[in-house]
């Protein structure tokens, strides 16, 4: 029986990027002890007040179908928190709930392109984004970024591609390179938009992990809020990954059709899910702030270690939980990097490949263990690169 296409060709050449991850995987599942920095899975599990209110929920009987669109007091909670954060007037018509960034990422793209509709990507990108665009039947079109401009892209370069496409997906802070965008190049991306009628999808998943500059929503420039859709997660900010709830904000108009798509689709996201993820955001910044702490400490480990080599480069990390680094001195792509640090040493990395063109000749490492464990990889990774390097360094 015959496959539809479009379902086919989520993964058109048969990798979606994942594949040392998963070769990790097999290796821990047979026994052999890996030290995964690969995917961006917090080491602290979800904190217990969080499963207190999730259970109370539960067993106080919020388990059936709860509200579409989302419980009130959650979207009203998630409007009142843009609307501080942003200063762009936010109301609870303006907040779709959804089960997690990823859905929303899918939901947002399926509300703007219409199939075989061009929907434009910065590269290097979080590597389920042109298999989402797919999957609603848009092509992905890559803009390349540039490791020299620390991967903040060039409006000159999307204006270039711009032409005819219906959509514009952005993600600051960014996974994987941890670029904040400056206010510079969001004024730029805000102008293409504008000026080729563009909708802009803001990824925003990382909005609470920023180390260096500050996070400025698009959503809040000149002319932006009725063009761009913002895709938000429980998932990073409150160590909530397997929770699966996010949301997206946007136009009165939009959140009211992308309802529609998901009383189609996922019927919503369980209420006791929905009253545990409003009781973590009641809990307020300080709850936040100590779940994006390791990760601000383990960039200052990763600084301090690359900073005294030559082999391994590093990209500015500004926010996220990601390191990115520059392996182009061994010579080796970043996928034959990973591959062989992952045989030899047991130390799993993502390829700079896994995320695009742009991102080649690098390796990102998730900031997700112990800091004394993620320093001594690094060690590791730096020693393992300096053996490799085709000039010797120091
Ligand atoms: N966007 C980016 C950039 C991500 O890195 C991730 C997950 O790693 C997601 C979206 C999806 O997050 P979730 O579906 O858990 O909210």
Redesign the pocket.
């Known amino acids: 029986m015959k496959l539809s296409h479009r379902i086919t060709h989520i993964n058109p050449d048969g990798s979606d990027g994942w594949e040392v991850f998963e070769k990790a995987r097999r290796m821990i599942a047979s026994g052999i002890s890996v030290t995964e920095l690969t995917?961006?899975e917090h080491d602290v599990r979800t904190d217990r007040s969080i499963l207190d209110a999730m259970h109370g929920a539960a067993t106080g009987g919020h388990t059936g179908y709860a509200s579409v669109p989302g419980i009130p007091a959650l979207r009203d909670a998630i409007a009142a928190r843009v609307t501080e954060r942003t200063g762009v007037p936010t109301r609870r018509e303006n907040v779709l709930i959804t089960p997690?960034?990823?859905?929303?990422?899918f939901a947002t793209h399926t509300a703007v392109c219409n199939p075989g509709d061009t929907a434009l990507m910065i590269d290097p990108y979080?590597a389920?984004y042109p298999g989402t665009i797919r999957a609603t039947a848009a092509t992905p079109v890559a803009i390349p970024t540039h490791a020299e401009d620390g991967f903040q892209p060039r409006a000159e370069d999307i204006a270039a591609l711009a032409k005819g496409a219906r959509s514009l997906l952005i993600?600051s802070p960014?996974?994987p390179t941890g670029a904040v965008y400056s206010r510079e190049t969001l004024d730029g991306i805000a102008k293409v938009c504008i000026e080729n009628d563009l909708w802009l999808i803001s990824?925003e998943?990382?909005d609470s992990q920023v180390w260096s500059g500050d996070h400025l929503s698009p959503r809040a420039l000149p002319g932006m809020a009725e063009r761009t859709l913002v895709?938000g997660?429980?998932?990073?900010s409150h160590a909530m990954?397997g929770s699966?709830c996010?949301w997206i904000i946007g136009p009165e108009e939009v959140i009211s059709h992308l309802a529609d798509l998901s009383v189609a689709t996922t019927y919503g996201v369980p209420g006791f899910i929905q009253d545990a993820s409003l009781f973590a955001l009641n809990a307020g910044q300080e709850l936040e702030t100590r779940i994006a702490e390791p990760f601000r400490r383990r960039r200052a480990i990763a600084q301090e270690i690359v900073g005294r080599q030559q082999a391994v480069g590093m990209i500015p990390a500004e926010g996220a939980m990601y390191v990115m680094l520059d392996i182009r001195a061994t010579g080796m792509t970043g996928e034959e990097f990973a591959h062989a640090l992952l045989d030899t040493h047991h130390i799993a990395v993502m390829p700079g490949e896994s995320f695009g063109r742009s991102a080649a000749g690098h390796v990102r490492v998730a900031m997700t263990i112990e800091d004394t464990a993620f320093g001594a990889a690094l060690e590791r990774l730096c020693e393992f690169a300096a053996e490799r390097a085709e000039v010797p360094v120091a």
Do not use: F
């Open positions: 995917i961006g997690g960034g990823q859905a929303a990422l979080y389920t993600n960014n996974n990824d998943v990382y895709v997660s429980m998932s990073k990954t699966r996010g």
